[in-house]
């Protein structure tokens, strides 16, 4: 059973603080994403990766980056965080060795920044 | 860019009744289109996907259904009951060496009433 989980379901900051928002994966997928989700608005892909080191720019990039040293583990970084970052954020992975393989998703982070 | 439209935003049906929701792309490469759940509080689960080479799909009381030449494809529930109600997103997969990314629609939030 797939397992995706996030560092933390809630979490407030200040403006300008800097935010890491952690993802990890028990499946040895090699792709991993990151999502943020708004009423109104779905998901929205910020970054993926698609193996460790290797990252590629979503649709919404501006203000944040990545951090993928392991596998396992993807990193969410808001670098100055504003009150436009307020948002649900969700990390999914997925077996790249499949050419139709499903995303599995992990529980969310929602993020408030004051 | 790619887009993915989906609707209705809100859908409101009796327990038992069917209920249809709507998506169309862009991309006339796109060739997977699957289908997330979200219940409230929870992460998004896949229910039903489609390849491009089929044209319909069925899983006891949903079904997709595809139409590439007009590059839309439905979901459709029936016997709906109170625990469909759920926000689900249709996505398409993106043409290209995109490692599995997807691009999802705004949701469709279903309400069940019983």
């Known amino acids: 059973d797939v397992k995706v989980t996030q560092s933390s379901r809630y979490l407030v900051k200040r403006t300008g603080e800097k935010v890491f928002l952690e993802c990890v994966q028990d499946m040895d997928h090699e792709n991993m994403f990151w999502y943020r989700q708004d009423p109104g608005l779905g998901l929205r892909l910020i970054y993926f990766s698609y193996d460790v080191k290797m990252k590629e720019k979503g649709d919404i990039p501006e203000g944040y980056s990545v951090s993928r040293e392991k596998k396992e583990r993807f990193s969410l970084i808001l670098e100055s965080a504003s009150t436009n970052q307020t948002s649900m954020y969700l990390c999914a992975s997925r077996d790249s060795g499949r050419a139709y393989s499903e995303q599995f998703f992990g529980p969310g982070t929602r993020l408030t920044v004051l | 860019g790619e887009n993915v439209e989906q609707h209705p935003s809100t859908l409101s049906v009796q327990e038992g009744d069917s209920a249809v929701i709507k998506c169309t792309y862009s991309?006339?490469?796109?060739?997977?289109f699957p289908w997330y759940k979200q219940e409230l509080g929870k992460r998004p689960q896949l229910i039903i996907d489609i390849r491009s080479n089929v044209g319909e799909k069925k899983d006891q009381r949903i079904a997709v259904t595809l139409n590439k030449t007009a590059k839309h494809f439905s979901l459709h529930i029936t016997e709906t009951q109170p625990e469909d109600s759920a926000v689900y997103f249709c996505a398409a997969k993106r043409a290209g060496g995109s490692q599995g990314n997807l691009i999802f629609g705004k949701g469709t939030k279903l309400s069940v009433k019983p």
């Open positions: 991309d006339s490469a796109s060739n997977y």
